[in-house]
């Protein structure tokens, strides 16, 4: 059964750190991209980062862009999110999410139909 779990949220102030850690089971993380989504109460499901199973290719939005590092260690099967400097804006449930093909769907990495496997996410609150 595939499977993605996520971990790692919390309550942070503003400015402050987090590391999220998406854990796979059911497939092998090395032949698959992983995306990162967020999604704010009463807002769009939105892509933050994606990274291709070869790593060369890395997607961030650009709200994230120079915040958030994404990272995978295929023999942890693990997809990190490292958010740093973070807004209060950046407080939504996280979650990740795979297409189960090898690269992030070009020009279509951050749509969420483009993915069909997906964690319970998890929530980060980030106060003012």
């Known amino acids: 059964q595939v499977q993605l779990v996520e971990t790692g949220g919390g309550l942070v102030q503003a400015g402050g750190s987090l590391s999220l850690s998406c854990t796979v089971s059911?497939?092998?993380?090395?032949?698959?991209?992983i995306g990162w989504f967020r999604q704010a109460p009463g807002k769009e499901r939105e892509g933050v980062a994606c990274?291709?199973?070869?790593?060369?290719?890395?997607y961030y939005s650009d709200s994230v862009k120079g915040r958030f590092t994404i990272s995978r260690d295929n023999a942890r099967r693990t997809v990190y999110l490292q958010m740093n400097n973070l807004e209060f804006e950046d407080t939504a449930v996280y979650y990740c999410?795979?297409?189960?093909?090898?690269?992030?769907?070009?020009?279509?990495?951050?749509?969420?139909?483009?993915?069909?496997?997906w964690g319970q996410g998890t929530q980060v609150t980030v106060s003012s």
């Open positions: 999410a795979t297409d189960r093909a090898a690269i992030c769907p070009p020009r279509k990495w951050s749509s969420r139909a483009e993915y069909d496997t």
């Open positions: 059911g497939f092998s993380l090395a032949h698959y991209a």
């Open positions: 990274i291709g199973s070869s790593i060369e290719t890395i």
